[in-house]
């Protein structure tokens, strides 16, 4: 087995901003030199705020973007290095907006469906007993399975979308903001149903939310990303009880309680982490 | 009514809340609720029914002449008979028989000339979307100059060139009027562009050309298949214009353009003889229109119940 299910070494995605035809580009540095390394059946949370690089550091593990400079190694293997296809089989992704995530002009089980047929895996009745199968895993009725999209809840298109990217038998999942797109009572449903399935299966979760009461409630270990860098990583205990780095503790005490008497989290003074980093 | 009792009956039945209405069934119905796009369907089907059986249906050979039985007025002129309903033209060929193989024309231009366009528009306008950067620079570009060029000034420069002909007419029609095509595929593929469900098929290994394929053309059909109808109405009236001015269908094939040319000497004397193909005209591209219209009101969100 591989020493890490992920490891990113010196990863970063620089974008030049076009000013105007005269002038220079300004230099956006997205992901700024990130290294991480998640243990095989470990649940690594991102967090950090709007636009401080973690959708595009999803996009560079799950290929969709080229780094600048770094690499991902996937189960100890090059990204890059074997197939998209072959690559897909470790990692899948779970999207953050399941009303965008699934074609609306296919069927539950033609979507579910759709990467055995791309890897070309098993016939058409061993097909369906797996969507079968990955449904009930999942806790999608069986019913459901010949309708659209259109005619699902956002709970139970965020089950296909995990069911979809299940049925691969994938170690590895990244989950962009898996929840951020539901209702409240429904982000429970699909978290414990992604914990279970962890159990289950065994599974390695790259984690990103700005949620930090989702991370909480899920994660091993918790790195703290602002503006392109990991600004300090740790055990859960260590980041929500004992967190070192000003901007962790800005961004801990920015969470609403859900004390109405306790007010609004204080604001805490920016420089203080922009001079630490 | 009875379609109302018999939804109640089966929210009982079913013991759900929602009434069980069939796909299908929701479409029909917005489909019959929907009163242009059913007059139009309805009168779209009787001219395509016409035309195809025109063979069987026509009471004259069309390409027959008879000096002897010229310029005949249609049947509710005083002068008019039952043996040519719409009467004849000037060389004594039967009226009704001419517009309906007249309508072959129209129809078969229309639909090819549309056809041919789509699939330049489409891949044009879908790899532009897709793709963006310089592939789309340099499509954005190709369809910025064929909208520079007037198309009615192209066509007849390009017809009185190579000369005119049935498949002169599609070919030129097809090669000129895949803009829309091109600018409609290209705008409603930039919005699926980064959609999650493309990302979603990028990860799994999905081919490119699986993506554009399979994935991202059957979401923007819809669009493309209104653009469509209103490109087989403009085709079939630039045929009708090319044809009228001697540089489209060549006679003595029966096209409505050539009828109202080749009556445009009479018309004050005869009014019948460019109104008849005249009215016929209108009333195709307007049907036509009406169904496209009506695609459109079906397919938008917006619309649906």
């Known amino acids: 087995m591989a020493e890490y299910a992920l490891e990113l070494t010196n990863l970063s995605r620089h974008f030049y901003l076009k000013n105007g035809a005269f002038k220079e580009p300004t230099l956006l540095k997205a992901v700024d030199g990130i290294s991480l390394r998640i243990r095989p059946g470990e649940t690594l949370g991102l967090v950090g705020e709007s636009g401080c690089g973690k959708s595009t550091l999803a996009k560079m593990i799950l290929g969709l973007l080229e780094p600048t400079d770094g690499d991902v190694l996937i189960n100890d293997k090059m990204r890059g290095a074997s197939s998209r296809l072959s690559m897909s089989r470790q990692l899948q992704p779970i999207f953050q907006d399941p009303y965008s995530s699934l074609n609306p002009r296919k069927t539950i089980e033609q979507i579910i469906r759709l990467p055995l047929q791309l890897h070309k895996m098993g016939d058409a009745n061993s097909q369906q007993k797996a969507v079968k199968d990955i449904s009930d895993l999942v806790g999608l009725p069986e019913r459901l399975l010949t309708n659209y999209p259109g005619q699902l809840s956002g709970g139970q298109r965020q089950r296909v979308a995990i069911a979809r990217a299940l049925i691969l038998k994938p170690n590895i999942l990244v989950c962009d903001e898996p929840t951020s797109a539901l209702d409240v009572s429904v982000q429970a449903q699909i978290l414990n149903l992604l914990m279970d399935l962890k159990k289950e299966l065994g599974l390695t979760y790259l984690f990103i939310s700005h949620n930090l009461g989702v991370v909480e409630h899920l994660v091993d270990r918790v790195a703290v990303m602002y503006r392109g860098k990991i600004v300090e990583q740790g055990t859960r205990e260590d980041i929500f009880q004992n967190a070192q780095h000003p901007y962790t503790q800005a961004l801990l005490s920015s969470v609403l309680t859900p004390e109405p008497a306790l007010g609004l989290p204080e604001v805490l003074d920016s420089s203080a982490w922009n001079q630490a980093s | ?305």
């Open chain 2, 1 to 305: 009514m009875s379609d109302a009792t018999s939804t109640v009956s089966t929210v009982s039945n079913a013991n759900t809340f929602l009434p069980v209405v069939p796909e299908w069934r929701r479409t029909l119905n917005r489909f019959l609720g929907h009163r242009g796009l059913l007059m139009g369907s309805i009168i779209l089907g009787l001219i395509v029914v016409l035309a195809i059986l025109a063979p069987w249906l026509v009471p004259h050979d069309p390409y027959l002449q008879n000096i002897s039985q010229r310029m005949i007025p249609p049947v509710w002129h005083e002068k008019g008979s039952w043996e040519h309903v719409f009467g004849t033209d000037k060389l004594g060929r039967d009226y009704l028989s001419r517009l309906l193989y007249g309508a072959r024309i129209s129809l078969t231009i229309g639909l090819s000339a549309a056809l041919i366009s789509g699939l330049i528009g489409t891949t044009l306008g879908v790899l532009a979307g897709y793709f963006g950067g310089r592939v789309d620079a340099v499509i954005s570009y190709i369809i910025t100059t064929r909208l520079a060029m007037p198309v009615v000034l192209v066509a007849l420069a390009m017809s009185a060139l190579v000369g005119g002909s049935l498949q002169m007419v599609i070919i030129l029609l097809g090669l000129l009027l895949w803009d829309r095509f091109a600018v409609v595929a290209r705008s409603t593929t930039q919005q699926l562009r980064d959609a999650e469900f493309i990302a979603s098929a990028k990860v799994l290994g999905a081919s490119t050309t699986y993506i554009l394929v399979r994935e991202l053309l059957p979401n923007i059909l819809s669009a493309l298949i209104v653009v469509m109808t209103l490109e087989m109405a403009h085709a079939i009236l630039l045929e009708a214009t090319l044809s009228f001015l001697g540089l489209g269908v060549q006679p003595p094939m029966p096209s409505w353009g050539l009828m109202i040319s080749e009556g445009k000497a009479y018309m004050f004397f005869k009014p019948w003889v460019i109104a008849i193909p005249g009215i016929a005209l209108m009333v195709l591209v307007l049907a036509i229109n009406l169904v496209g219209d009506g695609l459109r009101d079906m397919n938008a969100p917006e619309g649906r119940n």
